[in-house]
């Protein structure tokens, strides 16, 4: 299990943007699935994007185009761009060994998360 911080959230415009970073404390950068999931009030939580190992990054439908992770050695980013409205959600983090998944229960870690306003 490793210590993972968010920080970049924030408050925008729709069509603005934000860029997430998560730090993590361990080694995370081999044999690890990084994501960043978001969960909005009274919705479940969803997996936004994610990432194992060197592979290309996986998103969901909902971002494709607008949304790009990246991953350098135990730090990942989220970069968001035309953001919109149904995009607002707490934004968290997770690391899990092996490969990727896409229900939160098979991660292993979290951050504390980091909070994504969308409104005009």
């Known amino acids: 299990q490793v210590l993972l911080l968010e920080s970049g959230g924030g408050s925008v415009q729709p069509g603005g943007s934000l860029n997430l970073t998560c730090v993590s404390s361990g080694r995370t950068n081999s044999d690890f699935c990084m994501a960043w999931f978001r969960q909005a009030p009274g919705k479940e939580r969803e997996v936004v994007a994610r990432v194992y190992y060197n592979y290309d990054p996986l998103y969901v439908d909902s971002v494709k185009g607008r949304f790009t992770m990246t991953r350098v050695a135990n730090t990942v980013y989220l970069q968001m761009t035309n953001l919109k409205l149904e995009d607002a959600a707490m934004y968290y983090c997770?690391?899990?060994?092996?490969?990727?998944?896409?229900?939160?229960?098979?991660?292993?870690?979290w951050g504390l998360g980091t909070r994504v306003t969308v409104s005009s």
């Open positions: 997770a690391a899990r060994t092996d490969y990727c998944r896409t229900d939160p229960s098979e991660f292993t870690s």
